[in-house]
């Protein structure tokens, strides 16, 4: 029977901070990992524009035949994830990130960066960094998201934005760029629904 791809949100306004909401519910809680397998990360990154479909396709068949080096991989990138994750809960907090987590994304940004170069624009406008895409192998995703993480941690402005959804469960972060800075869910039309749907129940309570 044919295995759908999972279907992944992208609401955290980040790469990375989306990348850290590939767990559901709250970590030391009732979390709900969405990685299960590395298919389950090539689904992630050609949903997040990090893979073109052929590519990705080619990346299924080389985890079908190199099923140990796959669950390395998927261990490399979790390990990642959570890595950013505890990094942007400290810095939310206004504390100093652990150095094994700091140790982890500066591995992989060493590991990545040399697969960045300067080319002329897609839109013939200028330059921009591109990621080559010569000799392109899965563990070559992770760099994109280390790079992210680390483009948002020297922005001081942006971390202080970087909040956690205060849904009953669920451990989503996010960049708070809302107009009034008062963002509380890591989207309206799910955590934010649920509260309001509680809100609404308690007040037709008292009523009665």
């Keep these: 029977m044919l295995q759908l791809a999972p279907k992944f949100q992208f609401v955290a306004g980040d790469l990375c901070l989306d990348f850290c909401n590939t767990v559901g519910g709250k970590r030391g809680g009732i979390a709900r990992e969405k990685l299960h397998s590395l298919n389950?990360?090539?689904s992630w990154t050609e949903q997040a524009n990090l893979l073109k479909p052929a590519q990705a396709e080619d990346f299924r068949r080389y985890t079908a035949s190199h099923p140990s080096h796959a669950a390395e991989l998927l261990t490399r990138a979790t390990e990642l994830r959570e890595a950013i994750f505890h990094i942007f809960l400290s810095a939310a907090d206004g504390e100093?990130?652990?150095?094994?987590?700091?140790?982890?994304l500066n591995a992989e940004?060493?590991?990545?960066?040399?697969?960045?170069?300067?080319?002329?624009?897609?839109d013939g406008k200028g330059f921009a960094w591109q990621w080559s895409e010569h000799d392109l192998k899965p563990e070559h995703l992770l760099g994109p998201i280390a790079r992210s993480a680390a483009e948002l941690l020297v922005r001081p402005d942006?971390?202080?934005?970087?909040?956690q959804?205060?849904?009953d469960?669920?451990?989503?972060l996010f960049v708070d760029c809302s107009k009034n800075h008062s963002r509380r869910w890591?989207?309206?039309?799910d955590c934010g629904n649920r509260a309001k749907v509680r809100r609404h129940r308690?007040?037709?309570e008292r009523k009665l």
């Excluded at 940004?109 to 624009?121: D, E, K, V």
């Excluded at 469960?169 to 989503?172: L, Q």
């Excluded at 890591?186 to 039309?189: E, G, P, Q, S």
Aim: charged share 20%; proline share 4%; aromatic share 4%.
């Design 40 to 42: 389950d990360f090539i």
């Design 109 to 122: 940004l060493a590991s990545g960066l040399g697969r960045l170069s300067i080319s002329p624009s897609h």
């Design 169 to 172: 469960n669920c451990g989503w």
């Design 158 to 163: 942006l971390v202080a934005k970087v909040h």
């Design 186 to 189: 890591c989207d309206m039309r």
């Design 96 to 104: 100093t990130p652990a150095q094994q987590d700091l140790s982890r």
């Design 202 to 204: 308690k007040r037709h």
């Design 165 to 167: 959804c205060q849904g």
